[in-house]
């Protein structure tokens, strides 16, 4: 008897396990380092409902924005000192993991763009290691990588930050989302958080 419980309880426990982890809704947030918009949707939204909502979403962030590479390295928006707080994004990300921790990092970088070394004591990260990252190549390669995923799954931009629901781009949401609407487009893709 115990034999067959548990025969038949572990493939259950594996399906809930696989449905609920297939019912997250894909968050794909494109912002750049500096943008002011890009940093309310942090400070204003995000970070402080993140407690709320993290069991229900699949978080992507992607710091590009309306950058551009070009021989020398990256054109961005808003200057030099934006490129460089991308691509210290993208390297500090990659030494994290997705959701929670990666989050937990950029809110403080977006509350406090320059404030790189407390943003690194805080996530738990080596200063050295980031910068071995940021002058080595790799922080250049993660830099073409977001440069990519941005120019295919949003028109451009046209907007930062984009925000992308379940990997499709969708217009109505993006205009709510300049609106400071981020919760109630949420809640469109996940009933429970209405
Ligand atoms: C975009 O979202 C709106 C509002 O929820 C919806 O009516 C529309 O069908 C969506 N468009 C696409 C192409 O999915
Ligand atoms: C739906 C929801 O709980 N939204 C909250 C997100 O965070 C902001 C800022 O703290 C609150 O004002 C909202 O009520």
Same mark, same amino acid.
């Given at each position: 008897?115990?034999?067959?419980?548990s025969?038949?309880l572990?493939?259950?426990l594996?399906?809930?396990?696989?449905r609920?982890a297939?019912?997250k809704?894909?968050?794909?947030v494109?912002?750049?380092?500096l943008?002011p918009?890009?940093?309310?949707?942090?400070?204003?939204?995000?970070?402080?409902?993140w407690?709320?909502?993290?069991? /229900?979403?699949?978080l992507k962030?992607?710091?590009?924005?309306?950058?551009?590479?070009?021989?020398?390295? @990256?054109?961005?928006?808003?200057g030099?000192?934006?490129? /460089?707080?991308?691509?210290?994004q993208s390297? !500090? @990300?990659?030494?994290?993991?997705?959701g929670?921790?990666q989050?937990?990092f950029a809110?403080?970088?977006? !509350?406090?763009? /320059?404030?790189y070394?407390s943003?690194?004591?805080r996530?738990?990260l080596?200063?050295?290691?980031?910068?071995?990252?940021?002058?080595?190549?790799?922080?250049?390669?993660?830099?073409?990588?977001?440069?990519?995923?941005?120019?295919?799954?949003?028109?451009?931009?046209?907007?930062?930050p984009?925000?992308?629901?379940?990997?499709?781009?969708?217009?109505?949401?993006?205009?709510?989302?300049e609106?400071?609407?981020?919760?109630?487009?949420?809640?469109?893709?996940?009933k429970?958080?209405?």
């Open positions: 008897m115990l034999r067959y419980t025969s038949l572990f493939p259950l594996f399906l809930l396990a696989a609920s297939i019912a809704v894909a968050v794909s494109y912002y750049e380092s943008c918009d890009s940093r309310d949707l942090f400070t204003g939204e995000l970070c402080p409902n407690s709320k909502i993290s069991d /229900y979403v699949h962030l992607v710091p590009f924005g309306k950058a551009s590479s070009v021989p020398s390295g @990256f054109e961005c928006q808003h030099p000192k934006e490129c /460089y707080g991308n691509m210290f390297c !500090a @990300f990659s030494m994290l993991q997705p929670t921790k989050l937990n809110c403080c970088f977006m !509350a406090n763009p /320059y404030d070394s943003c690194l004591r996530s738990g080596a200063a050295s290691e980031v910068r071995r990252c940021m002058t080595s190549g790799e922080g250049r390669e993660l830099q073409l990588i977001a440069e990519v995923d941005t120019k295919h799954n949003t028109p451009g931009p046209r907007y930062v984009t925000v992308v629901f379940n990997k499709k781009y969708n217009e109505t949401d993006q205009r709510k989302i609106e400071s609407k981020f919760m109630s487009v949420l809640c469109k893709y996940e429970r958080l209405c």
